[in-house]
């Protein structure tokens, strides 16, 4: 077996940010990812600090900075749409010298496997069913095609990690629920268009976002409390789910919810973290949201996944 083959798990941020990092470091990487091409939607992310070092270390600053947005308000609004609350953003640009920026998770996604098409290879539509180590690497059983074998696998898969499960076990063991749930999407034309400003508005236990993005879209966040019982898959009922939430919202809620009938996209899932006391088993690896999931309300979860790429290629 060639010793500098590496597997990778997951297109997201940390899958896609090892590979660019294995790469140039003389490491052969494979990407495999379930989707049958990158994933769009989602929310975005205050992207800033080291993680932001380590995109400009790649050669991603400008494009960061192109396809990303400048915000200059935090602002909540009330139930007639004015502002009783907020907050300026100039601080963080004054702390970080000018080096933060709000970026769409998918469009950072997007950037990254930009720079990987000429160095990895890229598996799209498949996804890893079966690891079995050996003394020289681990074979790894794929869905669609058949066994594979490398020298190292890593696990970059997300909050609900393949590889995470089939190397150390079931989710519930590393898991904990925060008692929310995050469901965001976009549509095209919606108004007003708020420039450069993230607006919130809130009822108890829920809150919605409203953030105005390129190309005439909008992105909608909803975060809410949620029991013990398990979220629905299915994405009518995640729709219902919704409405019933903020059936009796003011603001734009009756607008939102008459938008969510038209998405066939909805990210939807619970805000989690993950724990784990090793991220390591033999020659299988975590990063990212699959090894440390910090949750959604955190605003660290990319940042971290750049870093955790970047210092887990020197372990390598």
Known sequence: MADRTVLISGGGIAGPALAFWLAAAGFRPTLIEPAPQLRTGGYVIDFWGLGYDIASWMGLEADINREGYHVRE???VGENGKRVAGFGTDVFSELTNGRYVTLARSDLSRLLFEKITDTTEVIFRDEIVGLEQNSDGV????????????FLVVGADGLHSGVRRLAFGPQHQFERKLGYAVAAFEV????????????MYG??????????????RTLFLFVFTVGESPLPRALDL???MLRNEYADGGWECPRILEEL???DELYFDSVSQIAMS????????????????VSLLAGQGSVLAMISAYVRQGSS
């Not at 794929?142 to 490398?150: A, C, F, H, I, V």
């Not at 095209?188 to 607006?199: A, C, I, K, S, V």
Request: charged share 35%; glycine share 14%; hydrophobic share 30%.
């Open 261 to 263: 009938g038209h998405t």
């Open 238 to 240: 995640q729709k219902e």
């Open 139 to 150: 074979r790894a059983q794929l869905k669609r095609g058949g066994e594979r074998d490398y």
């Open 278 to 293: 090793r991220w390591s088993k033999g020659r299988v690896v975590l990063t990212g949201d699959a090894a440390f999931c």
């Open 203 to 216: 009822l108890p236990g829920r809150m919605l976002g409203r953030f105005t993005l390129h190309g005439n």
């Open 74 to 76: 935090m602002r909540i």
């Open 188 to 199: 095209e034309g919606y108004r007003p268009r708020d420039e450069d400003m993230y607006l």
